[in-house]
């Protein structure tokens, strides 16, 4: 290891003593691997080694794990990694100029590390961030609002050997967890409604929980209406009873904190706002199905937000609100750990969630079984979004009727909004379900929209004639994500840029995801470049079909989407780039891609196609 | 099946349902596949292998059941359902699926010595892919591993379907070969720097013939012993033997 560059420790991480810190337990990959990550800035193949060693895994199988996730590096990263996130708003925010300023000052381009060790640069899909775009993770904390300058001068303060965490959080110390989070990242609360963002009274709900049956809190549940708030709308009460049905040793209730929805950053704000609340709603499912333990599963890029959530842990746990005898009530014994992912959108989903927390590579179980019959572990499991948790705690609180009323018919209560793009007002909005589009616009300054995306890039994309659309489960489900596009925004380039995005973010485990996605992205290209003719719109069209009819989760079957919906709502976008073929032959042959290599290797040139043949 | 009841009694748990309108009878916890197999109905599949684990990820194998998606080799058969297993729609998803995975490889049919004995290319042909295909090549660049004395692996040719690793794993209890990286990026590699300095012996089940179903695992100094013409499908399409349990 005499390579390794003076800055750097030199011995490298002890992976036998980090296994043993986790008791040598193979389902703690995850937190082992992130160690060492954190420690030696890679996964060297010694430490892949001594890691299978200790856990009783092969060294193929701990690759299989460090390979599968963007935050681990099986080659030497930096002492400091910046991950600037590109996603289309980043885009749209100023983030060609901003990556400019970070090259320029550090010497290296993005997927490069510098010679002494020093910097890697990477772009990194979604932060979380786009209410306050241009962002980026240094190392684990948050900057935001980024400007060429900005990025300049912190490049610079890195150089200077100032830490990450005091270029985010600069000033004075900040007094605890949730204040040195907001000064990282605005929470920017635009609109609170009545049940998760305006005053909520501590432990009401759970006070209420303690003194009912099981059986009770679930038909509670259940007569609130609640539905899943992380997308899928699965209803609450249901996913409960099924977790409590039947005979298990154990059973298991895990917190989907993994919001990677390009445009999804609400439960951020919860995270950071409420996590009490959220706990509190783990707790009353721990009692509802019979759970004794929890998982929070924190995105990896919210790691800044996991001193936030520790911190409420163990205040809940010094007041006897988690852990053993919870409230001196003795058949109430929960309690929670967090589980810190590392850069796979996949682990939203069900399955690859659990997969995750199981030290697996995030690809998603064969279902059935169901998580709620075998989940973690094998067990039943209750798996929540961070927002659901939190309704479940009002509800028990304030009754399932308080509840109930709110909204319309099949999509009861609030919803947070996670609102951004090319509106005055971005930030998180609680409202009422049954806005239309065009009111929620209006709240938030976005009436020069020309097309929306709800629900992020797997929802759907409007344009004006589609804006008395509502936000319910019955017309336009969103998980949250409200993307907002002016006239002047390319929606192709929007289309191609999430295309890239689903195939970054595809786990490779099904075909037609692994590879349909490719094409489709492929496809896109070529109406982007003006080389698409009529008979690709059909191409497109049928190749969507075949991935979301035959793909094995919920990332294959909504990865068209982009397309598809674009091709229903916007097709003269469409129409305008396709022309026939002169010839009448379709040109899916590039002859002069195809013959590009041979051409160099022969030096022979086109004067046609060549303007330069130096290179 | 049969079990006791509380009785005391034998009683046959065995259940009826269909495929496309064929009575077949199942056991319980049998897959719609291992039911379709025992009744003589061929389902397409790849990446299920007789004796191994079902992973369900080739996707050849989707049915529709009550107008859903199901992978045939890991959804369980269950009384009274109405299975689609074969409709000129599922062909044509079928069809799309190989026809991905031919261009996700290196798949030059006439100078591959799996020729012949390929599963991939016999589910083409039955698949009737016979016309220009659609999608553009990915045209992998992977090294080929030919460190081992009786084995090489060229996974260029490989369609990731995992057999060889539920194989080693589970049959032979080696753990040669893992999956590493992910989407696109996915393929099967070897628990060691390269094949000779893995546990790796021409007697696994995992690089035995069968268990590859295309030309990624080569057994030395056999290739070419059994002539174009003379291989297992230009015998008969992919699926005949489990067809002819029906027939005969």
Not at chain 1, 18 to 44: P, T, V, Y
Request: hydrophobic letters at 40%.
């Amino acid at each position: 290891m005499s390579s390794l560059p003076e800055r750097r420790p030199v011995l490298p991480a002890d992976a036998p003593a980090i296994c043993a810190s986790f008791d040598n337990d193979r389902r703690r990959m995850l937190d082992i691997l992130h160690d060492i990550q954190d420690q030696d800035r890679w996964i060297s193949p010694e430490s892949m080694e001594a890691v299978a060693a200790a856990t009783g895994l092969s060294r193929i199988q701990v690759e299989g794990v460090a390979s599968f996730y963007s935050f681990f590096s099986l080659k030497p990263k930096g002492r400091v990694t910046i991950r600037l996130c590109d996603d289309i708003i980043d885009v749209y925010a100023g983030l060609d100029k901003v990556a400019a300023a970070l090259e320029s000052t550090l010497g290296i381009g993005f997927g490069e590390t510098s010679p002494d060790g020093g910097f890697s640069l990477e772009y990194t899909p979604c932060i979380g961030m786009c209410d306050q775009a241009p962002a980026a993770m240094i190392n684990d904390v948050i900057v935001t609002r980024l400007t060429p300058d900005k990025a300049r001068q912190i490049a610079l303060a890195l150089q200077d050997g100032v830490l990450p965490e005091e270029i985010a959080v600069s000033g004075h110390a900040p007094a605890n967890a949730h204040e040195r989070a907001t000064r990282m990242v605005d929470s920017n609360i635009r609109h609170a409604g009545a049940v998760l963002l305006g005053p909520v009274p501590a432990d009401a709900g759970l006070g209420n929980a303690l003194a009912m049956t099981p059986a009770q809190i679930i038909t509670t549940v259940e007569e609130s209406g609640l539905r899943g708030c992380g997308g899928a709308g699965f209803v609450t009460g249901r996913k409960w009873r099924f977790a409590a049905s039947g005979q298990a040793e154990r059973r298991f209730v895990i917190c989907n904190a993994d919001e990677g929805e390009p445009g999804t950053f609400k439960d951020r704000v919860l995270l950071t706002e409420r996590p009490h609340l959220l706990i509190e709603g783990m707790t009353i499912a721990a009692r509802a199905v019979g759970a004794r333990e929890g998982i929070i599963y924190l995105r990896g890029e919210y790691a800044y937000l996991r001193p936030v959530l520790e911190e409420a842990l163990a205040e809940r746990r010094a007041k006897g609100l988690l852990g053993k005898d919870i409230a001196g009530n003795r058949s109430l014994t929960f309690d929670i750990r967090v589980q810190l992912g590392a850069g796979a959108y996949v682990c939203g989903e069900e399955g690859a969630l659990i997969s995750s927390c199981e030290g697996l590579p995030g690809e998603p179980k064969t279902r059935p079984p169901f998580p709620v019959t075998r989940g973690y572990l094998g067990y039943p499991t209750v798996v929540n979004n961070v927002e659901t948790f939190c309704h479940v705690a009002r509800i028990l609180d304030k009754g399932a009727k308080w509840f109930f009323d709110m909204g319309v018919e099949g999509s009861h209560g609030t919803k947070l909004f996670s609102v951004s793009g090319d509106c005055l007002n971005p930030g998180v909005y609680e409202l009422p379900y049954g806005h239309s589009v065009q009111e929620l616009l209006e709240i938030v300054g976005g009436e020069d929209a020309a097309a929306v995306q709800v629900g992020g890039p797997s929802g759907t994309m409007i344009g004006r004639d589609k804006f008395d659309r509502k936000l319910t489960f019955d017309d336009l489900a969103t998980g949250g994500a409200i993307i907002i596009f002016n006239g002047s925004r390319n929606i192709l380039e929007i289309v191609e840029h999430y295309m890239s995005f689903f195939v970054h973010e595809s786990c490779g485990y099904c075909t037609p995801c692994r590879v349909g996605n490719v094409f489709l992205q492929k496809a896109i290209g070529k109406f982007r470049k003006g080389l698409a003719n009529p008979a690709d719109i059909d191409y497109v069209r049928n190749l969507s079909a075949t991935i979301i009819e035959t793909s094995r989760c919920g990332l294959g079957t909504t990865a068209p989407n982009p397309v598809l919906t674009t091709l229903k709502n916007f097709p003269l976008i469409y129409a305008a780039m396709t022309k026939p073929a002169k010839d009448g032959i379709r040109d899916t042959f590039d002859i002069q891609a195809a013959i590009d290599g041979a051409r160099k290797i022969a030096k022979r040139r086109s004067y046609i196609f060549d303007k330069d043949f130096s290179k | 099946m049969s079990v006791l009841d509380d009785g005391g009694t034998r009683r046959d748990t065995s259940f009826t349902f269909t495929i496309d309108g064929m009575e077949v009878r199942a056991q319980p916890g049998q897959t719609i596949m291992e039911a379709a197999d025992a009744a003589g109905i061929y389902i397409p599949r790849l990446c299920d292998h007789e004796g191994l684990r079902h992973q369900g990820s080739c996707r050849v194998c989707t049915v529709k059941v009550g107008g859903r998606s199901v992978s045939a080799c890991t959804q369980p058969a269950s009384p009274g359902q109405g299975v689609e297993a074969e409709t000129p729609h599922l062909t044509r998803l079928r069809r799309d699926l190989v026809e991905m995975l031919m261009h996700e490889g290196n798949h030059f049919c006439p100078m591959c010595e799996a020729s012949g004995n390929c599963e991939l290319q016999a589910m083409a042909y039955r698949l009737e892919m016979v016309e220009p295909t659609k999608f553009p090549y990915l045209e992998p660049n992977r090294d080929l591993d030919a460190s081992h004395p009786d084995i090489a692996l060229d996974t260029n040719r490989c369609i990731s379907c995992g057999r060889c690793i539920r194989a080693s794993q589970d049959v032979d209890g080696k753990g040669l070969f893992g999956y590493v990286g992910r989407g696109i990026r996915r393929r099967v590699a070897v628990n060691g720097p390269d094949l000779a300095r893995t546990e790796a012996a021409i007697t696994d089940h995992a690089v035995s013939s069968e268990v590859c179903p295309v030309g990624c695992i080569i057994r030395k100094r056999v290739g070419f012993r059994v002539p174009i013409g003379e291989r297992e499908f230009d015998k008969g399409l992919i699926g005949h033997d489990i067809e002819e349990k029906r027939n005969g």
